[in-house]
Antibody
Framework: QVQLQESGPGLVKPSETLSLTCAVSGYSINSAYYWGWVRQPPRKDLEWIATISHSGSAYYNPSLRSRVTISLDTSRNQFSLRVNSVTAADTALYYC?????????????WGQGTLVTVSS | DIQMTQSPSSLSASVGDRVTVSCRSSQSIGTYLNWYQQKPGEAPKLLIYAASFLQSAVPSRFSGSGSETDFTLTISGLQPEDFATYYCQQTYNAPRTTFGQGTRLEIK
């Protein structure tokens, strides 16, 4: 059974770069499927950030495209997210998830989330 | 972008009730619609995919229906563990995707 585990800095200063990693166990990320990031600001709704295919094709939320980079590290079986020039609006619980295609695309497995606070 | 609008934003119900949550898309998406349940402090959990297919291990009291622009999640016979927030998600242009704003189901 696939498991995903996010890791991140917890606290980031405004204007700096946020880096998050999702370690995947129980499945090789370069075999198939897509791998994505979703965030949830405190007491707010889910927002899709980015997704990357097992072959490395990246897709981004247009509203975040200019500040975000998603990447694969197949040697460590993990994928990562970088968000540049963060502001308080980037404070959120960040989830990584696996996207599978079963009839339609869906996020069928999620990490537990990692909280990121942007503050000086 | 495809916008997803859920209604109501919150609702109160009692154990044993039948409840429905609606989700409307800003354009036709066929049945590219999923439903998730999120409890406080937990990650979202997939309940329904492709509008009406029940995810493995999800109780049969959950059901989904609809197509094109209008979708419904129904819970028949609410259980205490069902009080949570429910989100719809469109994957018509997957991997690009959007979620609804959520419907919070509270105990009356």
């Amino acid at each position: 059974q696939v498991q995903l585990q996010e890791s991140g800095p917890g606290l980031v200063k405004p204007s700096e770069t946020l880096s998050l990693t999702c370690a995947v166990s129980g499945y090789s990320i370069n075999s198939a499927y897509y791998w994505g990031w979703v965030r949830q600001p405190p007491r707010k709704d889910l927002e899709w950030i980015a997704t990357i295919s097992h072959s490395g094709s990246a897709y981004y939320n247009p509203s975040l495209r200019s500040r975000v980079t998603i990447s694969l590290d197949t040697s460590r079986n993990q994928f990562s997210l970088r968000v540049n020039s963060v502001t308080a609006a980037d404070t959120a619980l960040y989830y990584c998830a696996r996207e599978v295609q079963k009839e339609v695309a869906q996020f069928d497995s999620w990490g537990q989330g990692t909280l990121v606070t942007v503050s000086s | 972008d495809i916008q997803m609008t859920q209604s109501p934003s919150s609702l109160s119900a009692s154990v044993g009730d039948r409840v429905t949550v609606s989700c409307r898309s800003s354009q036709s998406i066929g049945t590219y619609l999923n439903w998730y349940q999120q409890k406080p402090g937990e990650a979202p959990k997939l309940l329904i995919y492709a509008a009406s297919f029940l995810q493995s291990a999800v109780p049969s009291r959950f059901s989904g229906s609809g197509s094109e622009t209008d979708f419904t999640l129904t819970i028949s016979g609410l259980q205490p563990e069902d009080f949570a927030t429910y989100y719809c998600q469109q994957t018509y242009n997957a991997p690009r995707t959007t979620f609804g704003q959520g419907t919070r189901l509270e105990i009356k």
